[in-house]
């Protein structure tokens, strides 16, 4: 249901600004949609709800793909990119609690209190905040999650991307939401990513006039920040980006998986470039892959910078180890 409401929001838009195109929405299913019973983080592969929708792209069924943008991996397979990347929700992570908690904060829950969520990135931040509350985990849509939180009394909250819960229109349900300070969000949270051919260029320009540029820049930035560390759905990554007066601002942190072991930085750079008018051959760079031909060019360069040299400050004091054990620790 979310995946069909963020797909008609991105075609209403496109329908404004096509008036004269018709577009056909096919629905599709994903491995992801299909396994429930295992955590993403074990499933260990990178596209799991992508490969589908990729091959209906590569054999020209769609044209389009409407993703979550988190679900992206950083590197896509060769011949697709990201045509578009929407205005941004809201990428904090939110607090949904049982009907008997109404009212209630996470530091204000009973101990042992269990709290469900599929993020190694959620659990990892809140384990070490909260150590008094149990975490475990818990999968399916939205609605199956919150069904299964309302229904029976095994979990006391779970937590969600605040973003879905709004789309859906179940905002009321949001019994607080974690600031940065509590929990750093997801690489590309809040964000639809439109993903189409890279050479197909006719449908390059169509859906390059719902790029977001604040979005994209922030979203190249820690796009590249979890390249360069390599982090994915096994290993708890987190960030949090701002733009202000031309300035981009990235914190980006590593975590163990029981939040003890943890590295945090900010970096800033700015990205107050002018765009350039003259078509250069630089004018369909992927960056992360994302393709945004009208946002200028040397302020996404700068915004990649930003998320490379993050990543090599937090590499350089100790990242990898921690990111490792991570890894081994999960994988067991």
């Not at 029981?258 to 004018?283: C, F, H, I, R, W």
Request: charged share 25%; net charge negative.
């Amino acid at each position: 249901q979310l995946a069909r409401i963020q797909t008609d929001s991105v075609v209403e838009m496109l329908r404004e600004l096509y008036p004269d195109l018709s577009f056909d929405i096919v629905a599709m299913s994903t491995t992801g949609d299909k396994i429930l019973d295992t955590a993403l983080s074990k499933i260990g592969e990178k596209s799991l709800f992508t490969k589908e929708l990729e091959n209906a792209l590569e054999r020209n069924e769609v044209d389009l793909v409407v993703h979550s943008l988190k679900d992206l991996p950083t590197s896509l397979p060769p011949g697709f990119t990201i045509g578009a990347v929407c205005k941004r929700e809201n990428p904090l992570d939110a607090v949904v609690f049982h009907p008997k908690n109404c009212g209630k904060t996470l530091s204000l829950l009973p101990e042992k209190s269990v709290i469900g969520t599929s993020s190694l990135r959620r659990a990892a931040q809140l384990k070490k905040k909260f150590p008094q509350l149990e975490f475990r985990d818990i999968r399916g849509n939205l609605n199956t999650r919150l069904k299964k939180l309302d229904e029976k009394e095994d979990f006391s909250a779970i937590i969600l991307a605040a973003a879905g819960l709004k789309r859906m229109g179940w905002e009321n349900r949001i019994g607080q939401l974690l600031s940065p300070e509590d929990c750093l969000y997801a690489v590309g949270q809040g964000a639809l990513a439109v993903e189409v051919r890279a050479k197909d260029q006719e449908i390059l320009n169509m859906v390059s006039a719902l790029h977001d540029a604040d979005t994209v820049l922030r979203c190249i930035a820690e796009r590249a920040f979890m390249k360069r560390l390599e982090g994915g759905c096994s290993v708890p990554v987190a960030v949090n980006t701002m733009l202000k007066d031309g300035q981009l601002y990235l914190t980006g942190a590593v975590y163990s998986l029981d939040g003890s072991d943890s590295l945090k930085e900010t970096m800033q750079t700015s990205v107050n470039y002018p765009q350039q008018t003259e078509d250069g051959p630089n004018d369909d760079v992927q960056r992360v892959g994302i393709t945004a031909k009208n946002v200028p060019g040397q302020a996404q360069e700068a915004a990649e910078n930003l998320g490379v040299e993050l990543a090599s400050l937090l590499l350089s004091k100790g990242a990898k180890h921690i990111l490792s054990v991570a890894r081994q620790l999960n994988d067991a």
